[in-house]
């Protein structure tokens, strides 16, 4: 089977860094990708790591390393329009090498940036 | 250019009603992905499309849950007879299958309340 384990909540103020880990078990593994969703609207995407190590987006930054199946979301100099929910999903790679598109999400990382 | 339109954008009807979710995807994307959102299942694949063949429908819950994809750029989500605990947020989201990251971008959803 395959699973994602992130934290449920993080609290951050503005001007802070923040990271948001993300664990995963999958039986076939092809990216890391991070989605972030604002109350009651789309999930938007925000990044994906196909290698290990970091993957730089302005303010964002993701990490990968698949020997650990560990990754994590660093936002840095927080405002307070970073309140949101984050996913990270994993890309499944079932049905040989084929890329399949499939997306597993973790249940996600409610973050709360205060002034 | 348009993003992932979903219509209606809200719902509500009562228990053993007919309910038809419509989805129109971004031109060109030959992936298109069916989602239900709730606060105790998190976000969940239900089915979805590859050059409108359904590939995986294991998502889906039940036989009163059908998808249908009768074109590149039309889908829809049908619940017969729907029922309380159908209440969610559906969510549309469709890719390309070229490319790396294959970033899935998200319609607005629709908000389903089943009385």
């Known amino acids: 089977g395959q699973s994602l384990e992130q934290p449920s909540e993080v609290t951050a103020v503005e001007g802070a860094i923040v990271q948001i880990n993300c664990t995963y078990q999958t039986s076939g593994f092809y990216g890391l990708s991070w989605y972030q969703q604002h109350d009651g609207g789309a999930p938007t995407f925000l990044s994906y790591?196909?290698?290990?190590g970091l993957e730089e987006t302005g303010r964002f930054s993701s990490f990968l390393s698949r020997s650990d199946s560990y990754g994590y979301l660093l936002l840095q100099e927080l405002q307070m329009k970073d309140s949101a929910s984050y996913f990270c999903?994993?890309?499944?790679?079932?049905?040989?090498?084929?890329?399949?598109?499939?997306?597993?999400f973790g249940q996600g990382t409610t973050l709360q940036v205060k002034p | 250019d348009a993003g992932v339109i979903q219509s209606p954008r809200h719902e509500v009807t009562e228990m053993g009603q007919e309910v038809t979710l419509r989805c129109k995807p971004i031109?060109?994307?030959?992936?298109l992905f069916w989602y239900r959102q709730t606060m105790m299942r998190g976000l969940e694949l239900l089915i979805y499309f590859n050059n409108n063949v359904p590939i995986d429908d294991s998502g889906m819950p039940e036989d009163r849950f059908s998808a249908k994809m009768p074109n590149a750029s039309f889908s829809t989500l049908k619940i017969q007879p729907s029922e309380p605990r159908d209440s969610a947020v559906y969510f549309c989201?469709?890719?390309?299958?070229?490319?790396?990251?294959?970033?899935?971008?998200f319609g607005d959803g629709t908000r389903l309340s089943i009385l």
């Open positions: 790591n196909a290698l290990d």
């Open positions: 999903a994993v890309r499944d790679r079932a049905h040989g090498s084929g890329n399949t598109g499939k997306l597993i």
């Open positions: 031109s060109g994307h030959d992936y």
């Open positions: 989201a469709s890719s390309f299958s070229v490319g790396n990251s294959l970033p899935q971008h």
